[in-house]
């Protein structure tokens, strides 16, 4: 249902942006040259390859969730898959129709929730779906009786004709929701559609969402909560600065988890002799070391952890601070990336 082959988009250095208009006044001054230097030579200094060459493939009903960390290119790639990013080379496919090429159709049949709710906020919670329904050729009343039907789904139809500035932010994102369906597409892209929700709204939005999934949808969503995306996700890709590091079901990454648990030490002296003693433990498997902090791959769980402690103060450092990870997507992620997700 959705393939990209080879995506890499590389984005002008914000410097070299700037820098173009830096240079005079004169109105001819402010042409920005040096961005389109950095965007022909992704090498050029400073210019951020956001996607580096990634491969996907989402099946048709499926619930893909593409998890990273902050800047990993989420973002990005739902950009060019809903035609709103240009890619700089490479392709991507949704419902056979190419992106870039087919652009108008590819809209046609995808809705779309971005990260951040953007209604329009001169109109009120009706009036905005009807207006989306016009840009996709519905009439009015046609638009206005698919939009209520869909407020009542989603439990706003008592705010249909309220300012969007008076729904909460869950509601905001409900309404969002209820755009992207309103044309009736077969794909829906969800950009961290539960950031900012409280866990209540958090969990109502999962009911909709899964709803949508037993209706038969493609669903593409991002999101920072390994959670929700092991609760609701068919499969995960996991990506970190614009590259695939893994993509399975959520149980096969959870088996593909170092067997380890993470033992994170926050440590007060010289770390690095620390370290060291701790790679002496046994049942230590590995240690990283970060500046004042340990982390320590445990293959006995937290019984390594008066060891560690010891191997710490032989060292003549002192432990702070212990924090303990079983083997989880979590770890697997840490392993994977070397940061956690939040
Ligand atoms: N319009 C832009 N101009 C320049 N750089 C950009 C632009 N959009 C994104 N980037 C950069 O591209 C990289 C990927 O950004 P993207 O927004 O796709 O990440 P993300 O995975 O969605 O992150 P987050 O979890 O913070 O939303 C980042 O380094 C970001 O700074
Ligand atoms: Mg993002």
Sequence with gaps: MIETRQLRKVYAAPAARRGAGAHGTSPRSTL??????AARNPRASGSI??????????????FFGLLGPNGAGKTTTIGILTTRVRATSGEAFVA?????????AVRRRIGVVPQRPNPDRGLNVIENLAFHGAYFGLGQAEAERRGMALLEKFEIGDKATSKVDELSGGQQQRLMIARALLHEPRVIFLDEPTVGLDPQARLALWDVL????????????????MQEADEL???????DRGKLLACDTPAALRAQ???A?????????????AAERCRLVDGVSRVD???PDLRAHSERGGEAIPALIRAVEDAGARVQNINLSKPSLETLFISLTGRKLD
Excluded: F, K, N
């Excluded at 899964?210 to 909560?225: F, P």
């Design 257 to 259: 988890a170092p067997g």
């Design 210 to 225: 899964r709803a949508l999934h037993r209706e038969g949808r493609t669903i593409v969503m991002t999101t920072h909560y």
């Design 32 to 37: 920005p040259v040096s961005a389109p230097a």
């Design 233 to 239: 996700c068919d499969r995960l890709a996991i990506v």
């Design 96 to 104: 056979g129709l190419d992106v870039a090429a087919q652009d108008v």
């Design 261 to 273: 648990t993470l033992i994170d030490l926050a440590v007060d002296g010289d770390a690095a002799a």
């Design 49 to 62: 390859a956001a996607l580096d060459g990634l491969d996907l493939q989402v099946r048709e009903g499926e």
């Design 289 to 291: 070391a970060t500046g």
